[in-house]
């Protein structure tokens, strides 16, 4: 607490409170705004403005200047010097007391405070000496500091007093803080200085980036090598935005070498052409450099090789942007209305784009930023982007209006630690976070560590956020300018961009309708890829209840205990007794581990939930993928036995429970036939009804077993299918697969299957075989020729 501040307030509350206008300011000694709209209200009502505000706009200055003209020694008004002796102890500087008027200490200060701006003491352009004028007292009236702040630039800095020195007596040229940092303020000084080279008059002069200026600084603003400051100033003042952009180059009036380097690391950084094509002209202040110097957008004519637009791309459109000169693609993975549509991806990759993907559900106002909403899209975009195959790349979530700074630090913030955490669900494939926003929302976000990537949206140049603000370090993409006949934003690429290629993709597959992470396309076109994807989106669900630190085995268990549910457990009495003992729940395993047992149960709560009621895949696959889930379950937890002869428990799951469905069948039928006719047309052929070993079936033994060995590889349950389709593209190379991995020739499997038919004792521990055979079992030459009448036929399906 700041005693003289206290009793400014004090003062200022004793003086206007009730008066009409004046809010009360808060007592607690610290200098804020607050305070300054205090101070400004308090000048105001002795100015008799009617309405007093916290703005010292173009009333306050006409009164101030009709009534007082400026205070020095001479001023009669003594309420109003005592505000300025407030205003001097609130901006640090020593005021005299309070209440006393105009003394030698006040005198001193204002002095002091002109230096700091680059004033000298008796330079007022109304003439007379350590004299407080309207603009001097508008500006005591901010929070404006006048020493170099932490981040600021020195050479800024003299730019800054510069500017305020030779341009303050111009109309609409208010004071620029000479803090050394890149501001608005500093920035709109800045444009109204060029304004004035370029002879605009004060009436014309607008601190804009508009026409007259564009043209002017084209026609007559180059500066280069040599060159120094004419009547214009404009080596000065190029001098001053490099300064302003971070590439500190002395106000020196003469653009020698060094001025000439910092021109090229700026041109370099935001990817010019004159650096990618090497000109000559590189490395001089050209009009394009000027305009990246000044505006978020640069010249919006500038060469860009990236669009983004709402629209599906058709293959003719995607080929004439290509052939337009544009590489990438900014794409929406959601919103219907807009999102990416079946078979766009490989559209834009067949064309030679890339793609950028961006995820936008509104977030175009304040009120859609929470932390909930952050990782609700975080999650939506993760499993959108799992379900078109988009590898390991960035997404860029979209803060799309003028947000601000103290947004940036707090809502939007919230919103980008939601975003992260949503992405997290996405386990198997990494995610990072891009950000659309203005220069200042992105640059806050990406030093919280919240955004890895910027996307500017700089065609937005009367953002406040865009105002006075550097580019960012991380900048990906900068959008600069719409083309509405061709409904797209054209965006300067930077080097740093990674937007998705083919080499990036998994399988995509073909959607047929609206956004739901479980509707898939049809069995007509894309289905496989389709039902592969499912299966990773189901273990991206997984790993969202389980918790990115779970044991990362337990998202492939849920989902095969999930698979089998419907048919081969939880489903009757009869059924959930063998199944939940042969496939038991993940957690029966895990006693010794109860933080993971109880994260298994609720997980497996959570995820049956969110996943819904689909459980079949048989859409996509010409098994019967609820079976193979069992299969490989229960080999994956009473194991393999590859070359085995004989028959284990995993086998049980698969080919072993099939073979006694077939054989009790058979004798179920009262024998109708020898078993080798009656195999030849029941075991592993198309819908044959009450077979209990359809080629479904078959299927489903082979393809499950392989991915279980896949498994032990160390693939998840969905990376494993992937690998075993992508080797075995027919279920017939993948039923001779399964024959060689799981037995290696027809004698081993003959064995396998006369042990497994034969043997009374075939029990595991939880009493299997009870269920496993309804009827007495083969023995003897029976078994024996049952086994060879099974394993021809199983050779017979190799063909």
Same mark, same amino acid.
């Given at each position: 607490?700041? &005693? ?5 307030? &004090? ?22 705004? #607050? ?10 009502? =002795? ?139 500093? &920035? ?26 564009? @043209? ?41 070498? /060094? ?77 219907? /209305? ?12 067949? *064309? ?69 955490? #949503? ?49 960012? =370090? ?33 399988? *995509? ?163 109708? &036939? ?72 027809? @004698? ?5 299957? @006369? ?20 009827? =007495? ?23």
């Amino acid at each position: 607490m700041d &005693q003289m501040v206290l009793k400014a307030q &004090q003062y200022i509350n004793a003086t206007y409170g009730g008066r009409t206008g004046y809010a009360r300011v808060t007592e607690d000694g610290r200098t804020g705004w #607050g305070t300054m709209y205090g101070l400004t209200r308090g000048l105001q009502i =002795e100015l008799g403005i009617a309405q007093p505000s916290n703005s010292f706009g173009d009333a306050t200055r006409a009164a101030f200047e009709a009534q007082i003209g400026r205070i020095n020694s001479a001023t009669t008004q003594h309420e109003v010097v005592v505000l300025l002796q407030c205003a001097l102890w609130c901006k640090g500087y020593g005021g005299g007391p309070i209440g006393d008027g105009w003394s030698e200490a006040v005198a001193v200060s204002v002095a002091s405070v002109r230096a700091r701006l680059g004033l000298a003491v008796t330079d007022d352009p109304l003439g007379g000496s350590a004299t407080v004028p309207s603009k001097l007292m508008k500006s005591l009236l901010t929070m404006d500091a006048y020493v170099q702040l932490t981040g600021g630039s020195l050479a800024l800095r003299a730019g800054q007093q510069w500017l305020n020195r030779r341009y303050w007596g111009r109309k609409n040229f208010y004071l620029v803080p000479t803090d050394g940092l890149y501001t608005r303020q500093m &920035q709109q000084g800045l444009m109204y200085a060029i304004q004035y080279g370029l002879g605009m008059s004060d009436s014309v002069a607008n601190g804009n980036f508009g026409p007259g200026t564009r @043209e002017g600084l084209a026609s007559s603003g180059l500066v280069k090598l040599g060159d120094g400051d004419d009547d214009r100033s404009f080596v000065s003042l190029f001098q001053i935005a490099l300064a302003a952009n971070g590439y500190d180059s002395p106000v020196t009036g003469s653009f020698d070498t /060094s001025t000439q380097e910092a021109v090229l690391r700026f041109q370099t950084f935001m990817e010019m052409q004159v650096i990618k094509q090497q000109s000559p002209a590189a490395g001089r202040g050209d009009f394009d450099t000027w305009a990246a110097l000044l505006v978020s957008t640069g010249n919006p004519d500038q060469h860009a090789t990236g669009f983004d637009t709402n629209t599906p791309l058709t293959a003719s459109v995607a080929a004439a942007r290509r052939a337009g000169g544009f590489l990438v693609a900014g794409r929406y993975l959601t919103v219907a /209305s807009k999102a990416l549509a079946p078979g766009e991806i490989e559209v834009i990759h067949g *064309a030679g784009l890339k793609l950028a993907p961006i995820f936008q559900n509104y977030n175009n106002a304040a009120t859609y930023f929470t932390r909930a909403a952050g990782v609700d899209h975080g999650q939506q975009a993760a499993v959108r982007a799992r379900e078109l195959g988009i590898g390991p790349s960035t997404i860029f979530f979209a803060v799309d209006y003028d947000a601000t700074g103290d947004e940036a630090s707090s809502i939007v913030r919230e919103y980008f630690e939601g975003v992260v955490q #949503g992405l997290r669900c996405s386990a198997a494939v990494r995610y990072g976070v891009g950000i659309y926003a203005t220069r200042n929302v992105a640059a806050a976000i990406s030093q919280a560590g919240l955004a890895e990537a910027v996307w500017v949206s700089g065609m937005s140049t009367g953002y406040s956020g865009n105002l006075g603000f550097r580019m960012p =370090e991380n900048w990906h993409y900068n959008q600069i300018q719409e083309l509405k006949d061709l409904n797209i934003d054209r965006n300067v690429v930077s080097h740093r961009a990674r937007p998705v290629g083919p080499e990036i993709m998994t399988a *995509a597959p073909v959607r047929d309708g609206a956004f739901h992470p479980l509707h898939w396309g049809s069995k007509e076109v894309g289905s496989e890829r389709a039902g592969l994807m499912k299966l990773q989106v189901l273990a991206e669900r997984c790993a969202i209840e389980a918790g990115v630190d779970g044991p990362a085995v337990l998202s492939s268990e849920l989902i095969m205990f999930w698979l089998q549910s419907e048919s081969y457990a939880l489903n009757d009495e009869l059924k959930t007794l063998p199944w939940e003992l042969y496939t038991p729940r993940y957690e029966t395993t895990l006693s010794t581990v109860p933080t993971i047992m109880a994260r298994a149960v609720s997980a497996r709560r959570a995820f049956f939930e969110a996943a819904g009621d689909v459980h079949a895949l048989d859409g996509w696959y010409e098994g019967d993928f609820q079976h193979a889930a069992a299969t490989a379950h229960g080999a994956r937890i009473w194991g393999t036995t590859p070359g085995s002869g004989r028959a284990g428990v995993g086998d049980l799951g698969g080919w072993g429970l099939d073979v006694a469905q077939a054989w009790d069948n058979y004798v179920s039928a009262g024998k109708p &036939q020898p078993f080798r006719a009656w195999a030849a047309t029941h075991v592993g052929q198309e819908d044959v009804s009450l077979s209990g070993f359809s080629r479904s079936d078959a299927i489903a033994d082979a393809d499950g077993y392989l991915v279980a060995l896949a498994m032990e590889g160390g693939a998840t349950f969905a990376g494993a299918w992937a690998q075993v389709l992508a080797s075995h593209p027919t279920w017939q190379q993948r039923w001779r697969a399964f024959l060689t991995r799981r037995f290696g020739s027809h @004698e081993v499997l003959t064995q396998a299957l @006369e042990h497994l038919v034969s043997v009374s004792n075939l029990l595991p521990p939880i009493g299997w075989a009870r269920w496993f055979f309804v009827h =007495e079992h083969p023995v003897g030459a029976e078994a024996r020729a049952v086994a060879q009448v099974l394993a021809d036929r199983f050779y017979d399906l190799a063909e």
